[in-house]
């Protein structure tokens, strides 16, 4: 993949004549599936040839860097994505922002009814058998829980790196023992509304608030005005890209559930086109 984006992207990248080209660079998250399939959609709609790049993060901010992608809409800023940031940021500049001020950090089943913060957790590592669960290895989430072990004095505890399906599977089946687990969350992801869970306080702050932007290269504004201004106007809300998400798992496609939004939302689509 990251032979893919680096070189035959950026072979193919403004050598249509006849039609612009653009490319968006999808990372391994089903929200974020949302105003990537949608700004395809949109975007072809006026005219554009789209293709949606899938990579990891990092992947994505170096390919990002070297305009060998467009747009990279999944920028969670300043906190999660902070090293990617401090080495990428000014290579690119910020068109737009999705949502602002996302809940993430660490959740536990609702029915450990004395277990609410973080350090509630640290003081009873046998609660959850001295494991704390988290997403991918060198993921911003897997990167902080990391952090947070060292801020709480966790020693005790090791991280549990995996897919976000095999965390959400382990928290599946502790749930049904009704055992103690401690796991990334965050919105947007229908995890709330399958599960019977609570995210827990951070008292030291280790978990901060995020923006999650839309990030394009430099010249995409005089390459492509009006997709300029769809990152640009761009916004989503939690409860509709959750909906998304289960109309995913239920066997709906991205591209079909986009098509679907557009068509049934012109007239927002209209409002971030400026038209």
Wanted: charged letters at 25%.
């Amino acid at each position: 993949m990251l032979l893919f984006l680096l070189v035959a992207c950026g072979e193919s990248n403004g050598k249509n004549e006849g039609k612009t080209e653009l490319s968006i660079g999808l990372d391994p998250y089903d929200y974020a599936t949302v105003p990537a399939y949608l700004s395809q959609v949109i975007l072809e709609q006026e005219g554009l040839e789209v293709k949606i790049e899938e990579a990891e993060i990092g992947i994505l901010y170096e390919a990002l860097s070297n305009q060998n992608i467009d747009a990279f809409i999944d920028v969670w800023s300043p906190n999660l994505h902070k090293d990617y940031l401090d080495k990428y940021s000014d290579t690119f500049e910020i068109a737009g922002t999705l949502y602002s001020d996302m809940p993430f950090g660490m959740a536990v089943p609702s029915y450990l009814e004395d277990i609410n913060s973080i350090q509630d957790v640290a003081d009873h590592p046998e609660l959850f058998d001295y494991k704390v669960y988290a997403i991918e290895t060198g993921s911003g989430m897997a990167r902080t829980t990391e952090e947070m072990l060292e801020t709480y004095k966790m020693d005790d505890f090791t991280v549990q790196n995996s897919s976000v399906a095999a965390m959400l599977a382990q928290v599946d089946t502790n749930i049904k023992k009704e055992e103690g687990i401690v796991f990334n969350a965050w919105r947007p992801h229908p995890m709330f509304v399958r599960f019977d869970i609570k995210f827990l306080e951070d008292p030291l702050n280790t978990w901060k608030n995020d923006d999650v932007q839309i990030a394009v290269t430099p010249n995409l504004k005089e390459k492509s005005p009006l997709a300029y201004k769809l990152f640009s106007n761009m916004e989503l809300t939690l409860d509709m890209v959750e909906e998304w998400i289960m109309q995913l798992d239920e066997g709906k496609s991205e591209r079909e559930l986009a098509e679907q939004w557009v068509k049934e939302n012109q007239e927002t689509v209209d409002k971030w086109l400026e038209k």
